[in-house]
């Protein structure tokens, strides 16, 4: 949910010893008006190095869906993130937690859902493992999202959402 100072996006990134850690963040929004710009907007992300801008936007969209029988395990499988890229959840909710972590607070899990934004960098390391938990109305959902691929070209965007 955005308000007057960003829109919260959750950060999985490599932390101290190689172990993945979760820190909710902001990007920054500025309340904007006319030409049909209404509302609250981030700056706008380019690839510098593509004078035009044109064909620079790399996106897939996933869905995973429930074990069989419901359950709510899912995949156990301990990974890290193939590239920098923000996972745009559309439907399903899931705890993600930090691998080779045996006490776990809010820097070594965290749940999304449905609207959720998630910026991935824990690219190396002992990555994260996750699994579906019952959404706000109690069920297990499909986890249906939107990959956006962050190329080097986009670490201004990386850094932004890093706390100073």
């Not at 049909?36 to 969209?61: M, T, W, Y």
């Not at 869906?65 to 959840?89: D, F, I, N, Y």
């Not at 910026?119 to 109690?138: I, K, M």
Request: aromatic share 8%.
């Amino acid at each position: 949910m955005a308000d007057a100072t960003g829109l919260p996006i959750l950060r999985m990134y490599t932390g101290p010893g190689g172990k993945t850690r979760f820190a909710w963040t902001v990007l920054p929004l500025v309340r904007k008006t006319g030409l049909g710009s209404v509302g609250l907007f981030s700056e706008l992300f380019v690839n510098e190095n593509i004078l035009d801008n044109a064909g620079d936007l790399r996106l897939q969209f996933a869905v995973t869906p429930l074990p069989k029988g419901g359950a709510g395990e899912g995949p156990q499988l301990a990974h890290t993130a193939p590239r920098k890229q923000l996972v745009l959840t559309l439907g399903g909710c899931l705890e993600f937690r930090s691998c080779d972590v045996e006490t776990f607070d809010e820097t070594t899990s965290a749940t999304i859902g449905a609207g959720d934004i998630l910026l991935a960098e824990d690219l190396v390391g002992a990555g994260h493992a996750w699994r579906f938990v019952p959404a706000r109305d109690g069920q297990l959902k499909p986890w249906r999202r939107c990959y956006i691929h962050l190329g080097d070209e986009y670490d201004h965007f990386v850094e932004l959402l890093r706390p100073s």
